[in-house]
């Protein structure tokens, strides 16, 4: 059964894209722990992330690192956080977080609201920065 990422890669789910080339995906977290929590996939279901082939995976490091550079651009903060927790969904994914303190990269903080609106707008910003 394919996963909620399989289904956003596929285009049966949407989703708020800030980034995408041929093997990776960067879209916007729906319920996010910070503003601009990006989620970043590989295109390939594979569960967990350390079950990659050593190039295929770092090259989605190094896709991802392009995310955080735009990330950071469109969304002010001290750093991006990255996090890799693997458990909520069975498809490898990155997430980054703008971040100004430690606790921004909590998990178990209550989540942000955001409108349509707002997730169109940080999703183009990010986009915008993207190279």
């Known amino acids: 059964m394919p996963t909620i990422f399989s289904k956003i890669i596929s285009g049966e789910i949407q989703c708020y894209k800030v980034a995408e080339n041929e093997d ?7 319920s996010p722990v910070a503003r601009g929590h990006t989620l970043v996939i590989p295109k390939v279901e594979t569960d967990y992330i350390f079950d990659m082939e050593d190039q295929a ?3 989605f490091h ?9 990330l950071k651009k469109a969304v002010p903060c ?12 069975p498809h490898a ?10 606790g921004d990269l909590s998990f ?3 989540r942000l609201k955001l409108s349509p609106h ?5 999703a183009g910003s990010i986009a915008d ?3």
């Open 93 to 102: 994914h990155i997430h980054l977080i703008p971040m100004n303190r430690i």
């Open 108 to 110: 178990v903080s209550e």
């Open 24 to 30: 990776f995906l960067a879209f916007l977290d729906l």
């Open 129 to 131: 920065s993207f190279q």
């Open 118 to 122: 707002e997730f169109k707008k940080i």
């Open 57 to 59: 995976l770092a090259d």
């Open 62 to 70: 190094v896709f991802a690192k392009k995310v955080s550079i735009a």
């Open 78 to 89: 001290k750093r991006i956080g990255v996090a890799v927790v693997g458990l909520e969904v």
